[in-house]
C-alpha cells in the first residue's frame, strides 16, 4: 500500500488551522522555536525490521494480519511510517533474519522509499537449523573454541551484508551469561567474549562502528556476561575506538539511573547509541514514552547537555533506534507512538533554558533547578514536532491518518491474515 503526497496534504489541510493557533500559542511559551523545529527536522530514528510484526511472548501471540513477509515487505512498512512523519528514515537489519538476497534490489526499494541502512544486528542467542554448534551454552563466551570461531565468523558474515547495504555499524547482543552458581567461569567467559570481540573488531571497516548492547539479566537469569553499562564499558575500552556502549532502555535493573549513565558514556566518548522503549517490570519492549515520559525527557536532557558540551551533530554522532515488540497493539501504530514519544522528550530538552539551569545548579537554588526542568516537561511541545513533520511533508496526525487510509485493513487485503513476520 502507498500513501501519496495528496492523501498527507488533504489531511493537513483538515488540521491546518488548529495546528496554527496551537503553534502560535507555543511559539509564546518557548525561546528559539525556529533552531528546534529545523533539528527535529533532521532527526531521524531507525525503525527494527523484528518489530513489523506481532510479537508474543511464551504465554501466547495474537497475531494481526497482514504482516510483512519478506524484507521488501519489511522495506514498505518502515517506507510507510516515513511517509506519514518523515522521521523514520532507516531500518536496522537483524541477520538471519532478515538476510537479503539481491543487494541492489533491497538498496534500490529502500531508496524509493527515503530510506537508509542503520546499525546491523547479529544473533547469536539462537541456533540456525543449519549450524554446526550450538549456542546453547553462550557464544562469544563459550568455553567450546569451535562455538566462539563459529559466532565470529556469523559477525563478520553480518558486516559484510552491511557493507553492501551502505550500513556503517554492527549491534551485538550476546545472550551470553549462565543460569545457576558455578555453572560458569567469569574470568574465562570475559576472556573469551574480549579475544572473541577482538577479532569481529579487526574486521570492521575504518568508518564503521561496533554498538556493545549490554542486558542486566534474560534469558540467562543468574549471570550476563555483558550484564551492564560498566561491564560494556570494559570491553569497548579495550577494543578501541570504534566500539561503543548501546544503550537499551528495558536492560537495566529495577530503578537504574539510566540518564546518569547517559552523562557519563558521552563523557568518555563511549556512548554509541540507543534502543528506545519502555517498561515497568523487565525488559517489556513497550512503547518508548508509555510508561516513564519523564524518564525519556531526563535522558534527552542529559542527551542535549553533553552532546553540546561536545560539540556533537545531534541527528548524525550518535544511533537512535527503537527497539520493541507488540504483543496487542498494531506494529506500525505502535512504532509511529514510539517515534512521537521520542521527538516530544527531543523538543523538551531542547526547550530547557541552560543558561538558568546552570546559574540554579551552581547557586545550589534545588528548587530552581527542578522548576527549570519541570516546567519544560510540562510545556506542551506536540506544536512544534508537528509543525517538523508539516515542513518535511508529512502528516500531522500521523495515527489518524493511518486510521482514517484503513492501512491495515489494504495491508490484510494485500497480504492475508495470517502472515508471519520474521523477529521477535
Ligand atoms: C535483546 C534485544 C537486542 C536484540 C533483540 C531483538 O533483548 O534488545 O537488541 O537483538 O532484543
Ligand atoms: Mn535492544
Redesign the pocket.
Known sequence: MLISSNHIESHNEDLLKKHQNKLVFTASEINDTEAIIQKLINFQIAIPS?ALGTGGTRFGRFAGGGEPRSIEEKIEDVGLLHKLNNASGAISL?IPWDIPTNYNSIKALAAQHGLKFDAM?SNTFQDQADASNSYRYGSLQNVNKAVRKQAIAHNIEVIQHGIELGSESL?I?LADGSNFPGQLNFRKAYQNTLESLEEIYDALPSNWKLFL?Y?CAEPNFYSTTVADWGQSYSYVKKLGDKAQTLV?LGHHLPNANIEQIVSLLLMENKLGGF?FNDSKYG?DDLTAGALKPYQLFLIFNELVEGMDARGMNHAKDLGWMI?ASHNIKDPLEDLLQSVEAIMIAYAQALSVDRKALEQAQEENDVVKAQEILQNAFRTDVRALVAEARLRSGAALNPVALYRSLQVRENLIGERGLKTLATG?
Request: proline share 0%; hydrophobic share 25%; net charge negative.
Open positions: 523484528w537483524h544486528n549491534t547482543w548492547e542486558k537499551d534502543h525488559d527497539d521477535l
